[in-house]
């Protein structure tokens, strides 16, 4: 969470304005802006990447955890300088921090012109056009469409897309609000998603992301609709009658929805990154229970065994939340035993962020930032021995690299199958002088390159192309 992304594009086909829209937060936002921008272009709007320059500025905000909050308001409030200061005559908040805080919102940010919230997204190409200020535009989310099936998207990574499978989530976890600001769970019509596919990788994907809130739970409230393990197997057929470099990524599993069918289908499946983002979020029974995530220690180790049984070289990502009330240091030595058993490829960890409209939030025996903070470095120190360690098992091997970007002369850094898009580690390619040796040898931004790995440092792996 809390990436940002500035989106760029090209020149329009008829003129209506300048825009520059900032999106914040998670791969899901990214996704939304990238659809608007698309609308919005082929309604003749300019995008701009300078700002000043905007007639029409539209922050897409993030409301997830506390820092995510406080990021949404500083941009909100440095980039409302530029209808003071720039050419800006509009100013589009919209998104989760508008929808989270609806009541409040509009006193506290006079500089702008229209807060719309993650039911009225797809709004935003009429709302721009209404004259009349009007403030708050806030619809049932649950009603919010997702894109027409022939809608495309301005792609800010053409090489490395994400594919919105579904919408919104309709479990309880205690400490989150998202299902109240993205309404109930719901899948995106299978047609859809396989049609968007198809058209990605035609335009040179070489890597696709599925993504939801959660990924494993859908189709169950389609009727007659595949399951996600039959979604998978059919994209996976499409993609491989394309082209078998094509790799498939599935983000944001559930550990209470991931199956025995869906692991089998991932693991075993030749174009499907054998990679397993499972956000555990706890391992004692009593704060998994608090949390309200739906399942136990022991029903997390026996996934974790499936996952192995059918392929040991599976590559495990979690993410978990340290601090949550009534932590005590016993809860936290099951929660540090487990990651030492485990033994995670990647993990992110959060102190437990709190806010008034969560239940978590009623709950007593506080945890204290210090001891948080404390348990937090513990438990990154023991991470970053675990992640060298397996990192380090990696050295002589090669691996084929997508390349994402071009560092300096020579240097180029990309990612293999195991590391995920923005939250894992990283490839250093190190091409020395074997470009101008070996005239067959190309890399660029793009491509895909045989590596061997030579380092390993805690995080990232350094290689030579071969
Ligand atoms: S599964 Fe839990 S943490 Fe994830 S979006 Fe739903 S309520 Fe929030």
Redesign the pocket.
Known sequence: MGNRADIKTNSPRKQAGSLYLLNLGCAKNLVESEFLLWRLKKDGWKMTSVPAKAEVIIINTCAFITPAIEESIEEILLLAENKKKGACKKLIVAGCLPQRFQKEISKSMPEADYFVGTGAFHKIPEIINIKKRNKNIFPDPNKSPFPKHNQKRIIQNKKSVYIKIAEG?N???S??I??ELKGKYRSRPFADIISEAQALIKKGAKEISLIA??TTLYGKDLKNAPDFSELLKIISEKVFSYSKDITIRVLYT?PASLNKKIIKTVAQTKNIASYFDL?IQHASDKILKKMK?GYNAEKLYETINVIKNYDPNAVLRTSIIVGFPNETEKDFKLLYDFIKKVKFDHLGAFMYSDAEDIPSNKFKRRVSKEIAEKRYKTLMKKQAEISYNKNQKRIGKIYKVLIEKKEEKNIFTGRAWFQAPEVDGIVYVNAGNKISMDNKLKIEEGEIVSVKIEDAAEYDLFGTPI
Do not use: A, G, S
């Open positions: 989530c479990r309880k976890c400490y989150c998202i299902p809130q959660e559930h956000p995530r």
